[in-house]
């Protein structure tokens, strides 16, 4: 019965001694990252002027309304992350669309999928299309 102690032990210190070798090994350099800065972006929604994701509402046929929506956006897989990431707002039947989009198909997109999901007149499309750095 001690063999056997001994030959598991023996195994298991032999078979985890790679990890500790693996994170002594030198890391593959990583090419500098700026940090992300949205001040400017921000600013104008601190004055209450605009919806934020902090305003979606909680009833459930809205917050059904938003999930619809956003499970379009997210399964279509000809728009950008930066698309995938739009805010959704929806207020007593009123959907909201804010954020980056990187072309005007990519907003198109969006809006029509919002808009066949909440009906015509019930689309705020304030999406912006910016070009990525």
Same mark, same amino acid.
């Given at each position: ?5 001994? *030959?598991? *032990? &023996?195994?298991?210190? $032999? $078979? ?9 090994? =030198?890391?593959?350099?990583?090419? =500098? ?6 001040? &400017? ?19 459930? #046929? ?11 956006? #997210? &399964?279509?897989? &000809? ?11 929806? #207020? ?6 804010? $954020? =980056? ?5 990519e907003r198109t997109t969006i809006a029509e999928m919002a808009t066949t999901a909440a009906g015509t007149g019930h689309v705020h499309d304030q999406l912006e299309i910016v070009t990525p750095e």
């Amino acid at each position: 019965m001690s063999k056997l102690c001994i *030959a598991l *032990a &023996a195994l298991a210190i $032999g $078979g985890f001694g790679h990890l500790a070798l693996a994170a002594d090994a =030198p890391m593959a350099a990583q090419p =500098p990252q700026s940090a992300p800065d949205n001040s &400017a972006r921000n600013a104008r929604d601190r004055d209450g002027s605009t919806l934020t994701s902090g305003d979606q509402s909680e009833n459930e #046929v809205d917050r059904a309304l938003t999930q619809k929506i956003r499970k379009a956006v #997210v &399964a279509d897989d &000809a728009l950008s992350i930066m698309a995938k990431n739009v805010k959704i707002i929806t #207020v007593d039947g009123m959907v909201t669309l804010r $954020g =980056p989009v990187q072309s005007a198909s990519e907003r198109t997109t969006i809006a029509e999928m919002a808009t066949t999901a909440a009906g015509t007149g019930h689309v705020h499309d304030q999406l912006e299309i910016v070009t990525p750095e």
